[in-house]
Structure formats: structure tokens, C-alpha cells
């Protein structure tokens, strides 16, 4: 018998399932696939947009509480988010710098500025506000290899922000002639990485760049600087001899990568059996509890009875929720309402014609309680054990209000907290 | 103001304008063709690709069907690089409205002498596994899949070679006229932002849909088009012939495999304006409906893209009357000097893309009977190049000769995947394949097929990039097609090379191209944020309608790509985009 089974490896999957384990629980984790990190950009974002830029995230989120009534963060509470990133923070701290109560800004690979909050320290002189870029002549550098990072496009666009800005920095891009394998034309930004764990490439990496650069003071690479090794980065800044930073690219992640395998990591040092390639795909109840689940995984099915359940199964990038040619949703695995999913039709109700507006169908997920358990039509929870976290949760765009992590990490503490017993954490 | 001097000017871009151009260069005029925006931009790049055999209209319009069983011989002949020889079926489905057409299609077909093979419903569906299995019965036709852009550009290039001009965002703006006689051509390069006067004897409008406001441009009295809108839905290709339902011609009844989608098309909706095409939602709902119905799961496939096309359809009372010479049910020749009193000018409306050679060649005809003159026509005799990116034909005319010399030309960079010179050697080069491939006609190159882009790409792994690994667009190629126009949009680098038009409709290439070019130099950063934005902005349009199953999470995914990591939102203003 396990006490809780959780379903789904991204980021709220695998900060709940730690959680539980490391208070004693035994945890079975269940993921279809690798889960959402390797396809974040490695920070973790609170709230980066409520209309204008946000500096301060928490107050931010307490602000948005109370005009917000729908949003994630109103059920999840300003305490829980602070709890949950606390945590994390304290576990991934190769991995994790910042304040919660403070946003920084870093370049995106094509020169936008984006504000986060915690993030690696890879990333942290890159900072425009407060890092070694704020007073500097900026190099951006990349190698011709690599396709998803253009440093004229991001150099030209930085330089434009940083000037109506009123800085005075100048932004130069250069390239560097150097495959990451031999005789590569096309290469993957993760085997940059690979390859930047190894000492002698990345002297060569280096020594290219260095041999590149005019006056400036600090480098802003692709982040591919190492992937197991956390001090690769910082190896390269000397070698170079200038402070370096990383800019995200598309996916494959490697800052995203190096999060999950962290996570991952450390779920499994709690204790968590992790269950690679198992699809959720029915479950067994009594009364108004979850008894088991099923899932399919190597031509097999299996149940997995427990005492409680953590649903992470992502959100419409993961296929949790599908949408069908009439204009109809269901969520896949319990057949949840949706909250927002009530209509006619999908692709008129809720689909605007104006790229550029949030759209509501991405807005449409779980109406869950303070304990983040899904609510059925009377606002009762649907099962008096089933937890429903991250993406999941009804009511933000996260990727316009740039508010992924901070949800998922605050409602899987949430979860976390309701499961082992514990008061919900108050709103200060 | 630049100021040319030619015999015609064609105007409108589409297949039959290039048609035109082409038949008059072979001819041996001077020959100018406008439009007002890309190459085969309007009706004859949305459309569901289909190359007619003709048994559709073997029934109810028999001297159409045999000029498409004729013409589709000609195109394969002449064009085959743009053409995928999918063959096609008909069938009989058990609740068909009338169970006697099946009958009447085997008479039509003989007597319009379209080649037509009756198979057993079992081979059918061995040739054809997705075609829903209660077919009846099922006849084999020469239907084929053809690309309108790469058809439009082989003609294009084939004109250019025979001294024919190509402008394109060049949009008219008056046809003058003196003494009952047109004498020119007034234009806009838009691109260059640039007036244009053009001389010239005589003006052929053949811009289809917009062909009313062409003929106002000369004050003619109001040629009436009724534009009818029809819609396509595009799913991740799961057929490999062209299917067709054995009824009487109505909505839905036919889906293409083109590259790799399977389309579904299409309605009929007369509408006002060819420029403001609706895809409503109920249009969509029909179009599955009858998807479903000749390919059972039709609706789970992975629906990547919705359009509308605006069909040419022209009413004029005195078209009947006057010009029955140079007209089949499918298409008219209206001569204005008949009908309006104003020589030189001739308007072509109707038929279709399968028929456009044969359309150009009316309207030459038509324009040679009132001239005087007389020269045989050649294009169903002489092979099209196949129009390769990079081949220096895009607006590579008299007119901007000059622009591209060495000084100002910004490919000079240090490293290979920089080097043009290279791009010769690019997938879509059609001399890469050399004597292996079989030709089907002297001069001409081989049938398009599914999977050449990706044997082609296998080879070069090691030497370019793939900028979209979707379509296999390598980054010679799209640095190519940026060298001869580096005007061009991100939507017309889609048009030439299919940029950004498989499942992840961009998410992943187009930020990749706009660095491409801005590393090459071709385009400066507020031009590319300008560009992207109008890219997503219109790839919405497509997208919104039919967004369902598996491409929510994909949409889900370019958001978080573009908005989350990108921060495309908030990058600094663009530039003009056009």
C-alpha cells in the first residue's frame, strides 16, 4: 500500500511527490513522459506581467488575490507559493538565486527582456537591473552551429530596449566557428552541453570566444554552458575572463533539463519510485474516495492503490485535456468538469481572432478548494483524496503573465500540506 | 517614376496570369505581368490541390471534363515537378442520394473520354485502407495532387526565360486609355514604395476574383464577379490517392494528399468582398462531416490548417451573348472592345487551376483576333524549369538589374553555411538528382513525391542546417530565396518553401529564420520582430477554426515558445512587414 501516488513529472509532480516523501510518505510517482522542465526556460517565474512589467512578485500575487477571484493564485495564497519556493530553493541551490520579492529581467535569445524570479545563477550577470550588465559593454556570442540562437537578432534587439531605457550600453554580437562534434553543422543545444561538461572542449569554447571579443566586460552565451556539471559555467566565465551568462533558448532546455534531473534526483533520494512510461488511464472508488489507479505502461496494465492522489498531468501542452473536433473538452484521465469548458463550442467561444489576446481556452482547467482538490458542479470536492495541481488549475495564461512556476510549485505545496495533515497555510 | 515600355501587360499573378505571360513570351511579345502581392497569393494558392482528371464533371459539364482530362495530360508533360502522381478514385458510398450516377458516370466518361478503370471495392480499399469500407463501387481516374505555387513559379520562371517580366507587390492603379484605345498601365511597386508608368498595346486582366476592380481601373462599365468563397481543412496526411465521392458535385466530396497533409475541400458561399474570406465554424463542422464519411477518423487526424480560396466566378449577361467563341461553360473571355468600347483590353474569368494553360491560351487567342496577328501558341509543347529557390528568377528582371552586384551584396561572410555559392548544391537543387531519377519529358524534371525532401536533405546532414525540420527547409535554401528577394516576408518564404507549414506551423523555424537573416545581414532586427509578429498574427487565422486533438498541445507549446521564452510580446517595435 503507498500512501500517496502522484501522476505527471513536471514541476508540481515531482515538488509534491518529494515533499510527501521527504515527510515520511511512501510515494509512487507515475509519468507518461519526462514531464514540462525540459521545455521551460530553467527559472522560475511567479508573476512577470499583471498589465506592466512586476517587480515585486509576492505582492504582486497577494494584489492579484484580491482582484482575481479565478485566478490560480487566489486559492493557492501568497503563503503556500512563499512555503513551497522556499523549499525549493533551499534544495536546488547550484541551481536556484534570487529573492522571491524581487524580479530580475534577462534577455530572451531573440533580445527581449523577461522578467523572472528565481533563476540560475548561470543566468544571474545577465540580469539587466541588477547584474555585472547593468554598467557594461555587452558581447553576445554563438556559434554558427547552432540554430536556435541568432546573437545579431538578440544583440540588436537588446541594445534597442536597453537604449530607450536611457542606458548606455553597447551590445555587440560575434560568432564563433566551433560544431559540437566534429564535422556537425547542425547542433542540438543539448550536445553543446554535453560537451561543455568536458574540460578540454570547453577550453577551446573559450578560447574561441576570448579571441572574439572587443572591449566588453561581460558575455552573454546560449545556455548550453554544461549539463551535469553545475560549476561549467563559471569555469568558462575565467577562462574567458569576463563574467558570462546564459540566454534561454526553444526546447530542449538545458537549464530546464538541469532542473528535472535535479528534481528527479532528489525525489528518488526521498524515496519516490519514479514509473517512467505509465498512462494514467482509469481508476477504482468507494464511496467519495480514490481507491486505486490504473495505468498502461509496457503492454501492461497495473493498479496502484493508495491512500492519496496528486494529479500534475499538465495542462493543454500535455494532452491532459483534449478538445475534440466539435468544439467539446474533457479532461482525460477522471472526467473532471472544466471549469470555463461549458460551452457551445471551443473554437467560437473561446478562441478570439486576435493572436495577440489571452485566450480563453487556455484559461480553461480545474476548479479545485483550498486543498486543491477538484470541484464538482456543487462545488464539493469530486473525491475527498484526489489533489489536482500545476497547469491543471483553471484561470491564468501562464505564459503571457509569465506565472507557470510559481503555480506549480504553490499548489503542489498546497497539496503537500492538505495531504500530510497540516493546516492550509493562512495568507499573511 | 519608372517608366517601361512593352506589347502587354498581364495583370493578376495567379496561374492563369502567369499563364498568360507565359503564352505571350513564347509567342514573342514583350510581356509584363503585375500583382499586386505575391505569385499565386489568391485563388491559386488556396485551393485543395487537386489535379482533375476531369470525372468530376463527366456528368454535368462534359466539355469541361474532357479539357481537364486533356490539360492534365499536358501539365503532367510540361510541369511535372509540380504534381505528385497520387491517382484518384471515385466511389459509391451505400446511402448516396442517387444510386443511378454511378451509371451516368461510367456513360459521361466515355462520351467526354476521361480514362476511368472500374475496380473491385476490395482493391479500392487495398489501394486505399482509410477510405471508409462500405464502398460499392470504385473507379480508378488520373487525378493527381498539384502545388499552385509551384506550378505558378514553374510558368513564372519559364517566362522570364523568354524575356517576360515579373512583378510582383506591384499593384496596378490605372489602365489609361486614349482615343478608345488602351496605351498603358499605371502601377505601385509597394515593396519599393516606387511609381511605375508601363506602355504598352494591350492590358490582359486575368485577376480572377479582383478582375471587377481591375476593369473599373479602365472605367469600363462594372464586369460583375461574384466571388465564391470555398474552405479547406488540412490534417496530417493519412490518404494516398485522391478520393472523390462518385455523386453529383457538392460540398465535401473530395480530399487531396498533398506533401504531407490530406485536405479536405469544399464549400461554395457567394460573398462581397475576395479580400475578407470568413472560415465559419458551421462551414468547418461540414467539412468534417464529410470528411468522416469518405475516411472514417478523418476527425481524429492531427488538423494543421485551415483556408478559404475565392473562386473566379464572373456574371455578365453579354459574355453569353458576344464571346461564345472563346468560351467553355468554365471559363469566359470578355473583349472590351465590344462590350465597352475601349480596344486593347480583355478580361478572362471562370475555369479552373487544371485548365489554365488552355484559359491563357484563349485569352492570347482572343487578344490575337482582335490585333490581327497571328502566332501558333507553344506552351502545351515546351517544359517548364522546375522553379528551384535561389535560381535568381524572383524580380530579377531589366528592372532591378544592377541591385544585386557584388558591393551591395550582403552574403559575404567567413563561414561555409554562409557561402551561397553552396546553395547550388541545395536539396531542392533539381540537378542534385542527376540521371537517376527518371524524366518523364526532355527538359523537364521529375514527379514531386512525398519523400523527396527527405532523401534529398539525408545527403546534405552533414554539410547545411534545417531551419524547419517539418518540411526539411534547409538554411541554404532559405538564405536563398532571401538573396532574390530579400523583400520577402516570412509568409512568402512559406509560399516558396513550405516554411513554417507543417505541425508545428512555425514555432520552432521562424524565430530561426528571422535570425537567419538578420545574421546574413539580409534584414535588420526591427524588420524581423515585424515579421514575426505578422507571421503569428496570420498564421492564427488558419489555425483558430480547426484547432482541435492533438494541435491544441501544440499550439499550447508555441505559445509557451513564443510568449513564455521568447517573449516575442514585448519585443521592440517592428518595422513595415509587408
Known amino acids: ?428 | 517614376m519608372r517608366r517601361l515600355s512593352v506589347d502587354v501587360v498581364v495583370i493578376g499573378g495567379g496561374t492563369t496570369g502567369v499563364g498568360v505571360v507565359r503564352d505571350l513570351a513564347l509567342r514573342g511579345y514583350r510581356a509584363a505581368l503585375l500583382d499586386r502581392a505575391d505569385l499565386a497569393q489568391g485563388t491559386s494558392g488556396r485551393f485543395h490541390g487537386l489535379l482533375h482528371s476531369g470525372g468530376r464533371y463527366v456528368v454535368t459539364d462534359s466539355l469541361s471534363a474532357t479539357e481537364c482530362a486533356q490539360e492534365n495530360v499536358i501539365l503532367r508533360r510540361i510541369q511535372a515537378p509540380a504534381i505528385e502522381e497520387t491517382g484518384g478514385l471515385f466511389v459509391t458510398l451505400p446511402d448516396d442520394p442517387d444510386p443511378t450516377w454511378a451509371d451516368q458516370f461510367v456513360a459521361g466518361a466515355a462520351r467526354s473520354q476521361v480514362p476511368l478503370r472500374e475496380i473491385d471495392p476490395a482493391q479500392a480499399l487495398k489501394l486505399e485502407p482509410r477510405l471508409n469500407p462500405a464502398v460499392e463501387r470504385a473507379f480508378l481516374v488520373e487525378d493527381a495532387a498539384v502545388d499552385g505555387w509551384r506550378l505558378a513559379w514553374g510558368c513564372a520562371q519559364s517566362a522570364r526565360e523568354h524575356g517576360a517580366q515579373i512583378l510582383t507587390y506591384t499593384a496596378a492603379t490605372a489602365i489609361l486609355r486614349r482615343d478608345g484605345r488602351v496605351t498603358g498601365v499605371r502601377a505601385l511597386d509597394r515593396k519599393a514604395d516606387q511609381r511605375l508608368e508601363i506602355e504598352c498595346g494591350f492590358v490582359l486582366n486575368c485577376a480572377g476574383p479582383w478582375a471587377g476592380r481591375v476593369a473599373a481601373l479602365a472605367e469600363c462599365r462594372p464586369v460583375a464577379v461574384v466571388p465564391g468563397r470555398g474552405i479547406m481543412i488540412a490534417v496530417n496526411r493519412f490518404t494516398r490517392l485522391c478520393l472523390n465521392r462518385c455523386v453529383k458535385p457538392a460540398d465535401g466530396d473530395l480530399i487531396v494528399p498533398a506533401h504531407g497533409v490530406s485536405i479536405i475541400g469544399t464549400t461554395d458561399v457567394k460573398v462581397d468582398d475576395p479580400d475578407r474570406l470568413d472560415i465559419p465554424r458551421a462551414e468547418v463542422q461540414q467539412m468534417f462531416d464529410a470528411a468522416e464519411k469518405l475516411t472514417p477518423g478523418f476527425r481524429r487526424a492531427r488538423p494543421l490548417h485551415a483556408w478559404a480560396g475565392a473562386r473566379p466566378l464572373i456574371k455578365d449577361d453579354r459574355v453569353q451573348a458576344t464571346d461564345t467563341r472563346h468560351m467553355s461553360r468554365g471559363m469566359a473571355v470578355i473583349d472590351h472592345a465590344d462590350r465597352d468600347g475601349l480596344a486593347g483590353l480583355l478580361t478572362i474569368g471562370g475555369g479552373k487551376l487544371t485548365t489554365y494553360r488552355l484559359m491563357a491560351e484563349h485569352i492570347v487567342d482572343a487578344m490575337e483576333a482582335q490585333s490581327g496577328d497571328h502566332h501558333p501558341c507553344r506552351t502545351a509543347d515546351e517544359p517548364c524549369p522546375d522553379p528551384v529557390p535561389g535560381a535568381r528568377w524572383r524580380l530579377a528582371g531589366p528592372l532591378t538589374a544592377g541591385a544585386t552586384d557584388s558591393d551591395s551584396d550582403p552574403f559575404h561572410s567567413d563561414h561555409p553555411l554562409l557561402d551561397l555559392d553552396q546553395a547550388d548544391r541545395s536539396p531542392l537543387d533539381p540537378d542534385r538528382d542527376g540521371p537517376d531519377l527518371d524524366s518523364p519529358a526532355a527538359g523537364s524534371r521529375s514527379f514531386a513525391s512525398l519523400h523527396q525532401r527527405l532523401r534529398q536533405g539525408e545527403d546534405d546532414r552533414f554539410q547545411d542546417q534545417l531551419i524547419c525540420e517539418c518540411e526539411l527547409v534547409s538554411r541554404r535554401q532559405l538564405l536563398a530565396a532571401l538573396r532574390d528577394d530579400p523583400q520577402a516576408s516570412l509568409d512568402d518564404l512559406r509560399r516558396q518553401l513550405r516554411l513554417g507549414m507543417g505541425p508545428c506551423q512555425g514555432g520552432f523555424c521562424a524565430p530561426r529564420a528571422v535570425a537567419a537573416a538578420c545574421q546574413a545581414g539580409v534584414i535588420e532586427a526591427q524588420r524581423a520582430n515585424g515579421l514575426l509578429r505578422l507571421f503569428l498574427t496570420n498564421r492564427w487565422y488558419g489555425l483558430r477554426p480547426i484547432l482541435h486533438g492533438q494541435q491544441v498541445a501544440q499550439a499550447a507549446l508555441d505559445n509557451w515558445i513564443w510568449q513564455g521564452t521568447l517573449n516575442v510580446a514585448h519585443l521592440p517595435e517592428g518595422g513595415e512587414a509587408l
Open chain 1, 1 to 428: 500500500m503507498t500512501d500517496s501516488v502522484v501522476v505527471g513529472a513536471g514541476l508540481a509532480g515531482l515538488v509534491a511527490a518529494t515533499r510527501l516523501a521527504h515527510a515520511g510518505q511512501s510515494v509512487v510517482l507515475l509519468a507518461q513522459g519526462l514531464g514540462g522542465l525540459p521545455l521551460s526556460t530553467g527559472t522560475v517565474d511567479i508573476l512577470g506581467y499583471a498589465g506592466a512589467p512586476v517587480d515585486h512578485p509576492l505582492r504582486a500575487v497577494a494584489e492579484l488575490v484580491r482582484g482575481a477571484p479565478d485566478h490560480p493564485y487566489a486559492v493557492i495564497g501568497p503563503a503556500a507559493v512563499t512555503s513551497g519556493l522556499d523549499w525549493l530553493q533551499a534544495l536546488l541551490p547550484e541551481l536556484l538565486q534570487g529573492d522571491l520579492k524581487t524580479n530580475v529581467t534577462l534577455p530572451t535569445a531573440l533580445g527581449a527582456l523577461r522578467p523572472t524570479c528565481l533563476h540560475p545563477p548561470s543566468m544571474a550577470a545577465g540580469a539587466v537591473a541588477t547584474g555585472s550588465a547593468a554598467e557594461s559593454a555587452i558581447a553576445i556570442v554563438g556559434p554558427h552551429q547552432l540554430k536556435d540562437f541568432g546573437p545579431e537578432l538578440c544583440a540588436a534587439n537588446l541594445a534597442r530596449l536597453l537604449a530607450a531605457a536611457g542606458r548606455e550600453t553597447s551590445v555587440t554580437a560575434y560568432r564563433i566557428d566551433l560544431p559540437a562534434r566534429p564535422g556537425e553543422t547542425d547542433s542540438s543545444p543539448l550536445t553543446y552541453a554535453r560537451r561543455l561538461d568536458q574540460a578540454d572542449y570547453r577550453q577551446r569554447f573559450a578560447q574561441l570566444v576570448a579571441e572574439r571579443l572587443g572591449g566588453e566586460t561581460v558575455v552573454g552565451l546560449p545556455a548550453v554552458l554544461g549539463l551535469a556539471d553545475p560549476a561549467a559555467w563559471e569555469d568558462l566565465g575565467q577562462l574567458i575572463g569576463r563574467p558570462v551568462f546564459e540566454i534561454g533558448l526553444a526546447p530542449p532546455s538545458v537549464p530546464g533539463l538541469r532542473l528535472h534531473n535535479a528534481l528527479t534526483a532528489a525525489a528518488r533520494q526521498a524515496g519516490v519510485r519514479i514509473v517512467l512510461g505509465a498512462q494514467a488511464t482509469g481508476f477504482r472508488t468507494r464511496g467519495d474516495r480514490l481507491v486505486s489507479l490504473r495505468s498502461h505502461q509496457a503492454g501492461a496494465g497495473r493498479d496502484w492503490p493508495g491512500d492519496h492522489f496528486v494529479y500534475a498531468g499538465g495542462g493543454w501542452e500535455s494532452g491532459a485535456f483534449r478538445l475534440d473536433s466539435h468544439g467539446h473538452m474533457v479532461e482525460t484521465v477522471f472526467g473532471l468538469p472544466l471549469r470555463g469548458g461549458d460551452v457551445a463550442d471551443a473554437n467560437i467561444d473561446l478562441l478570439g481572432p486576435d493572436y495577440w489576446q489571452d485566450q480563453e481556452l487556455f484559461k480553461v482547467g480545474l476548479e479545485v478548494d483550498r486543498t486543491m482538490r477538484p470541484l464538482g458542479p456543487s462545488k464539493q470536492p469530486v473525491f475527498s483524496n484526489l489533489h489536482a495541481v500545476g497547469s491543471l488549475l483553471a484561470g491564468a495564461v501562464r505564459w503571457s503573465e509569465l506565472s507557470g512556476e510559481g503555480i506549480a510549485v504553490g499548489s503542489a505545496q498546497a497539496a503537500a500540506a492538505a495531504i500530510l495533515g497540516l493546516e492550509p497555510e493562512k495568507g499573511k
